[in-house]
Each structure stands twice: as structure tokens, then as C-alpha cells.
């Protein structure tokens, strides 16, 4: 074991100090300038020999330890191991049912009879005998779901665009993906996002290698004065935002902000992806495709408002990007299965889909009138149309506790430390999502008893 006399060059004022910092750590220990088994500075020593903030050499030793380029030891240090991880944390996108538990983590569709209409569809299309189904996907094949897409979207929503700019996915979080392949470059990609986010933008970031940098929020959704600050401070080549239904804290971006926005992403040369699958209305806000077609992507899906299991989600690319991202389509997953997209062009063009949707906000609908009424007297932000709430927890809670005594109630929540980023703190909230197939009786008792445990801060609760 050895001690480093390794001494990275932060470079210019205007570089994020925390990228290049943990940029020099991978280079130096990839390049082999910090052996296996080295031990790298005490973080406040560190800190202090580079004049910059101990948190922005934590942060950087986090990152590294994340990549399995160092290991940390409580009591000994930091020691370079030169490896990489193999497998990624234990942080599941998928909430999955658990016996003896009322789930209110997972955000499910209600069940108004999709299973047997797409069922009805398969039969159908099996009875067609058209020999589609032996060969790859390819443009043609799939331009029928392409433009049942720019059906379902609407004139209105993402702008003028053509079903030649529609790149399918298998769901939003996979279309995403695909979008972020197709703009980041660089060894150090930077994701700006909001500083609280769904799960599934941390895992985007770590397999693409990327740094996320969290933007702060207020009530409308991302601060256009603290976006500006951090392009200034930290570069970015893409902003990752759920403006019209953003989980968990349901802000809603109007559309003074969001022109705000598109006015800075022209300035920095900024690209959006704006990932609508929370939002189950047809929206008369224009998203950013609409006010910045040339920056801008909208990603959504149907899997919150029809059916899940079908994994069919879309893309609409900027002006002159989809043919690029359709390559990276391609070059992942070889096109979405020709059975899916048969089964979702029936779906949109015969109107089933609609139906389906205008059912799933009927239910939510009800479901959050419920949830309102009893959980009222807290302080919950909440939308007649979202699927979950967000609430902030009274004084003497934390998400983490709250967590558990509902736990021990047979209630599973899921604590905003979930949607925090690597770096980021959580607020004292949960968000409760609304289970429309949970019954009634079982639904309105579970947020009775929720209501009651709030009321017993946690000295008075035996957790």
C-alpha cells in the first residue's frame, strides 16, 4: 500500500471542477499513474490542496467508488482498485407486487379490459396470413404504427412533424435512451435534469457514463435562473425534464416558463428530451418540440395510459435528427417487434386507444378525489389526473421513517430519497401513488392509516 502524490489540474475557472476532478481520477488510475492499492488523499486534504469545496471531492470519490475504480473503507481511506463494477446497485425501476403489503410505490394502469382486446387484436392478426411475421421490422413495415403515433399525438402538441420523425422504443424509458445515445459525445457527458427524478434518469446516466447535474425547482418545475447557472458553470449537452407531469411532486410547467427555457436551449446549444409518459390528458400546453422543433425531442409511451405490457413507446426527434436515431435504434434492439407494432396501430387507428385512455383518467380521477378527501388536512400537492401525490411530511418525520412505520402497517410508500440524484438531497416528502385496481375499501383504509400514523411523530411511533 502507498500513498498518492497524484495532483489533478482543475483547469480554467469556467469548468465544473467536480467533472474534472473525477475525469483525472479515471484517467490517472485507467492509464496506470495510480496503482492498484494506492491511498488517495483524506477528502478535506484534498480539498484544501485544490481550494475547492470538500462536498465536490466527496461527490468525485463517490462517482469513482460507483465505477469499482476505488473502494472506501470506514477507518482506512480510499484505496485505488483500478477494476470495474459488473453489476449495477440494487435499485429496481420495477415495483413489483408483495404479498401482504397494499402497494402505493408503483404507478399500474386500472383494468377497463385492455388484456382482452389486445387479445381479440393478436387473434385477428393471426388470422391474416400476411407472412409478416418472419423477417426484421424495417421502415416499412413499421410506418403504419409510426403514423398511428402522429395520430395519437395530435396537430397540436409536438408541432408540424411527419410520421418519417417518429423512432419507436420499447417504452419511454428505452426511447429516452435512445435519444441520449444519439446526443452525448465526449468522455465527460453532462445530463442537467431536475434536482428530484424518477429513478430511471440515474440509471440513463450510469450506463451511459454520464454526469448528472440537478436543477432546483419551485412549484412551476425547473428554474430557468438556476438552469442558466448551471450551463454556465457546468456545460450540458442535453436537459432531461418531465415539464407536464413531473414525478413525484406533480409540478406542472406552464407555458410562459417553458418558452423561457426554449430560449435558453438556443442560446447554450442546449437539446431537450421532454419525457411525457406520466401525462395521461391530451395537454393544450405545446411541449418543446413544439416551441424549439430544432432542439427539442418528445418522448412518451403508452404504457400509463393503455397497457404496460406491450412496451410500445415513440420518440419525436428534432428537425433532421431521426434518421440518427433511428440508426441507434437499430444498432440496440434491431427494431420493435412487428407483432407490438401491429397490435398498436390497430389500437390508436380504431379508436380503442382513446377509449382506453379516457377511461384510465376517469379512474384516476375518482382515485385522487378519494386520496384528497382523506389526506386533505397534509400538505399534498396533487393533480385530478396524476396517478400519485406528493407529501410533504410534518415536522418530526422523514421519508426514510415514514417508510417504514407504513411498512409496518403492511403499506409500502416510496421516500423521496428515491428520486434524489447521486449527489442531491431529499426533502421530507413521500409520493403515494394511487392504485386504481386496489379496492376500495382496502385503498381508503390505507390512507386512513396513514393519515393516523402522521399525526404520531416518530418519538411516540416504536419503529
Not at 468522455?187 to 440537478?214: C, D, K, S, W
Not at 447557472?229 to 407555458?255: C, K
Not at 411530511?393 to 421519508?399: F, H, M, S
Not at 417504514?404 to 440524484?421: S, T
Amino acid at each position: 500500500m502507498t500513498d498518492t502524490i497524484w495532483m489533478p489540474d482543475l483547469g480554467s475557472k469556467g469548468e465544473s471542477k467536480y467533472i474534472v476532478l473525477i475525469q483525472s481520477m479515471r484517467d490517472a488510475i485507467r492509464s496506470g499513474n495510480l496503482e492498484t492499492g494506492t491511498r488517495l488523499p483524506p477528502v478535506r486534504d484534498l480539498a484544501w490542496k485544490l481550494g475547492i469545496t470538500p462536498g465536490t471531492v466527496a461527490r468525485a470519490y463517490k462517482m469513482a467508488a460507483e465505477e469499482g475504480l476505488v473502494e472506501t473503507t470506514v477507518g482506512r481511506g480510499t484505496f485505488v482498485t483500478g477494476g470495474l463494477v459488473t453489476d449495477l446497485p440494487d435499485d429496481p425501476l420495477l415495483n413489483l407486487t408483495t404479498p401482504d403489503y397494499l402497494d402505493f410505490r408503483a404507478v399500474r394502469v386500472p383494468d377497463l379490459g385492455q388484456d382482452k382486446y389486445i387479445r381479440q387484436v393478436m387473434m385477428e392478426l393471426g388470422r391474416g396470413g400476411a407472412h409478416r411475421y418472419l423477417d426484421y421490422p424495417t421502415s416499412q413495415t413499421d410506418y403504419a404504427a409510426r403514423a398511428s403515433v402522429a395520430q395519437w399525438i395530435g396537430p397540436d402538441r409536438a408541432g408540424r412533424f411527419s410520421a418519417d420523425e417518429v423512432v419507436l422504443g420499447l417504452g419511454a424509458q428505452n426511447s429516452v435512451m435512445m435519444a441520449l445515445q444519439s446526443i452525448l459525445h465526449g468522455a465527460t457527458p453532462v445530463i442537467l435534469t431536475e434536482n428530484l427524478a424518477y429513478p430511471g434518469v440515474r440509471h440513463a446516466a450510469r450506463l451511459l457514463r454520464a454526469h448528472l447535474i440537478g436543477i432546483e425547482m419551485d412549484e412551476h418545475g425547473l428554474r430557468p435562473d438556476r438552469l442558466e447557472e448551471a450551463l454556465r458553470r457546468h456545460g450540458g449537452q442535453v436537459l432531461l425534464t418531465a415539464a407536464e407531469a413531473h414525478s413525484p411532486t406533480t409540478a406542472y410547467t406552464p407555458l410562459e416558463r417553458k418558452q423561457q427555457i426554449a430560449n435558453l436551449a438556443r442560446r447554450y446549444q442546449l437539446l431537450i428530451i421532454e419525457d411525457d409518459c406520466h401525462c395521461i390528458t391530451k395537454s393544450e400546453t405545446p411541449a418543446y418540440r413544439a416551441l424549439c422543433p430544432e432542439r427539442a425531442w418528445f418522448v412518451s409511451s403508452l404504457s400509463k395510459s393503455v397497457s404496460a405490457s406491450l412496451r410500445f413507446g415513440y420518440a419525436v426527434a428534432p428537425q433532421g435528427l431521426a434518421a440518427q436515431a433511428r440508426q441507434v435504434a437499430q444498432s440496440s434492439f434491431y427494431g420493435i417487434p412487428q407483432p407490438v407494432l401491429d397490435i398498436a396501430a390497430v389500437l390508436i387507428r380504431s379508436g380503442k386507444a382513446e377509449a382506453f385512455r379516457s377511461g384510465v383518467e376517469d379512474r384516476i380521477c375518482d382515485r385522487v378525489r378519494i386520496a384528497v378527501n382523506v389526506l386533505g388536512q397534509w400538505d399534498i400537492a396533487w393533480r385530478k389526473t396524476l396517478p400519485f401525490l406528493w407529501l410533504k411530511l410534518p415536522q418530526g418525520w422523514r421519508g426514510s421513517t415514514f417508510g417504514r412505520a407504513c411498512e409496518k402497517e403492511g403499506i409500502r410508500v416510496k421516500p423521496a430519497d428515491e428520486f434524489a440524484l447521486p449527489d442531491g438531497q431529499a426533502p421530507n416528502a413521500v409520493r403515494i401513488s394511487l392504485d386504481p385496481n386496489m379496492p376500495d375499501v382496502e385503498f381508503e383504509a390505507a390512507l386512513k392509516q396513514m393519515s393516523r400514523l402522521l399525526q404520531t411523530p416518530p418519538l411516540n411511533v416504536d419503529l
